[in-house]
């Protein structure tokens, strides 16, 4: 579903732990929704948004795993700046999944740390945040 996720000590996280912590959560709301599907140029709809302590023991404040972002407890602030820029952000990586640029692990799920992936994500967030199209090539 994702790229290999490693815990602090480089451990895989199973996929089982995971899908527990996706077991709960929510839909964008509308209103972001359509703001970032007319940015980015692609239907959001089945993105799911959950909080769960894994992340923060990741050292993250936020994961994306296939169609789940998941945030640290208290980083899903969508009513802030930062809180959107985050989403923005990880709404990039989802993306970056479904078109196949994210290396898979055996079985794993995502927390992959690729230099060019992140500035891409970070460039196309701000993008999308300002207005603009934030379109990438797949």
Do not use: Y
Not at 80 to 100: C, D, F, K, N
Not at 116 to 136: C, D, K, P, Y
Request: aromatic share 4%.
């Amino acid at each position: 579903m994702g790229a290999l996720i490693l815990d602090a000590r480089h451990r895989c996280i199973s996929p089982s732990l995971l899908e527990q912590a996706c077991a709960r959560g929510w839909a964008l709301p509308k209103r972001l929704r359509v703001r970032f599907e007319r940015a980015f140029g692609a239907e959001l709809s089945g993105v799911r948004l959950h909080e769960h302590p894994l992340v923060a023991s990741l050292g993250a404040k936020a994961l994306c795993w296939g169609e789940q972002i998941l945030f640290a407890p208290g980083a899903l602030e969508l009513d802030s700046a930062r809180g959107t820029r985050i989403l923005a952000h990880e709404l990039v990586h989802v993306l970056q999944q479904r078109a196949g640029r994210v290396p898979h692990g055996n079985g794993g799920a995502g927390l992959l740390v690729d230099g060019a992936l992140e500035a891409e994500a970070e460039a196309l967030a701000v993008r999308a945040l300002s207005g603009e199209r934030a379109h990438f090539a797949a």
